[in-house]
């Protein structure tokens, strides 16, 4: 399994960007379809990105479609989530996930999880 590893949170205003990395300790990575996900408090772990495992295929929410990208780097084992023109609801620690192969909205689906970082984004 993998061990991932995020970086990249912080504090921005509302319009604000930021630019979340997700480092994965394993060669078998690229056989890993990898996901972004985030969590505000009292609420579910909701799905906010993915990338397949071929690099090919995105899948984004509609509630960060058009301002979120997310895409992979299999060289450097790493999956990036570049998120601009933030609002306060994206507040929320957010996490990677990698599913071997097929990808998944659903978190449950996920076989490895990051710690997590916090994105806050104030009004």
């Known amino acids: 399994q993998l061990q991932l590893e995020e970086s990249g949170g912080g504090l921005v205003q509302a319009g604000g960007s930021l630019r979340l990395s997700c480092a994965a300790s394993?060669?078998?990575?690229?056989?890993?379809?990898m996901g972004w996900f985030r969590q505000a408090p009292g609420k579910e772990r909701e799905f906010v990105a993915l990338?397949?495992?071929?690099?090919?295929?995105?899948s984004y929410a509609d509630s960060v479609k058009d301002r979120f990208r997310i895409w992979r780097d299999n060289g450097k084992n790493t999956v990036y989530l570049q998120m601009n023109s933030l609002k306060p609801d994206d507040s929320a620690v957010h996490y990677c996930a990698a599913k071997y192969f097929r990808g998944s909205y659903d978190p449950g689906q996920y076989d490895c999880w990051g710690q997590g970082t916090q994105v806050t984004v104030s009004s």
């Open positions: 394993a060669r078998t990575f690229s056989s890993y379809s």
């Open positions: 990338m397949g495992w071929r690099a090919i295929n995105t």
